[in-house]
């Protein structure tokens, strides 16, 4: 393992990777075993919340793989953070149709609200963190925003508030 300080909990996450990379029984002359790169990187990435340098490193030694060639797949795919997100990722569009009906607006009170800009840090209790996506193919519904994947549609400045404060309620 690449990392010497784990915290209780990290550690015991490194055990749950290792159970479900060990479960797929992956042999070091088994050529097959980059196929399993992506899955196992999707399954981390549910355990820690994202991707960094260390999760990556461990990745790599597992699957008998370089840290380059586990480091290229992650920064490739778009799917992939290496950065922590909030427990409620709020997702923006600003495509066309949803930038015509006002998202910027509500890209920017959310912004307000929350304390943060989009892609950067999340809030400071690490329950919110904020995305401006380009499209999510929801135009008719526009402007649009997600929580967690969940579609809210025709959201005013307002709109967007009242739904921050039903997650805020959530915890």
Known sequence: M??????????????????????????????????????????????????????????AEKLYLSEAQVSGVVSFYNYFTTEPKGKYCIDVCLGTACYVKGSEKVLSEI???????????????????ISALRCVGAC???PVMMVNG?????VTPAKAVEIINEYKKQG
């Open 150 to 154: 969940k579609v809210y549609g025709k």
């Open 2 to 59: 690449c990392c010497n300080k784990l915290s209780e909990g990290a550690a015991a996450k490194f055990v749950e990777l290792d159970a479900f990379i060990d479960g797929l029984g992956i042999d070091r002359a088994d050529e097959r075993r980059r196929g399993r790169l992506i899955q196992v990187l999707h399954r981390a990435q549910a355990i820690f919340g994202y991707l960094p340098r260390e999760v990556q490193c461990h990745v």
């Open 140 to 142: 008719g519904l526009a």
């Open 111 to 129: 912004e307000r609200v929350l304390g943060i800009k989009a892609d950067t840090t999340p809030t400071p209790d690490g329950l919110f963190s």
